[in-house]
């Protein structure tokens, strides 16, 4: 079995949202990982990348999700999305966000992950 491709890095990174943010990140982020959300700082290395992370479960209390994807290309190292993030905690979704993405990955992990989005999807009134 030989490495996975870009897209399959990416796919498999989303399909273990499922089971908690926190995994997944922690399996596909690359230790060099620039996480890049609109509206917030870019968080760069990993450990910044897991702070936010870390942060964001605990002020939104959904650390599970599960990816619609509408389209999805890659060409070599780099896999565009446009998908519909499914967010919950401890019960049914709470919320759900219109996303489009964009990721870089090296060597079967995550190197860029930047996300384009109308933050205002996350305004506390809006969960």
């Known amino acids: 079995m030989g490495k996975p ?10 399909k273990d949202w499922e089971t908690g943010f926190v995994g997944a990140f922690e399996k596909w ?5 620039v996480w890049q959300n609109t509206g917030m700082p870019d968080c760069v290395g990993y450990d910044a990348v897991m702070s936010h992370l870390r942060k964001y479960n605990e002020v939104s209390q959904m650390p599970y999700g599960r990816v619609e994807m509408i389209n999805i290309m890659s060409e070599g190292d780099t896999v565009l999305t446009e998908r519909i993030d499914h967010l919950w905690g401890d019960g049914p979704e709470t919320h759900a966000a219109k996303i489009m993405g964009a990721l870089q990955v090296r060597d079967g992990k995550i190197t860029r992950y930047s996300d384009y989005l109308d933050i205002s999807q996350f305004e506390p009134e809006k969960y």
């Open 5 to 14: 491709t870009a897209r399959e890095t990416v796919e498999a990174f989303f």
């Open 29 to 33: 982020m690359a230790e060099d990982a």
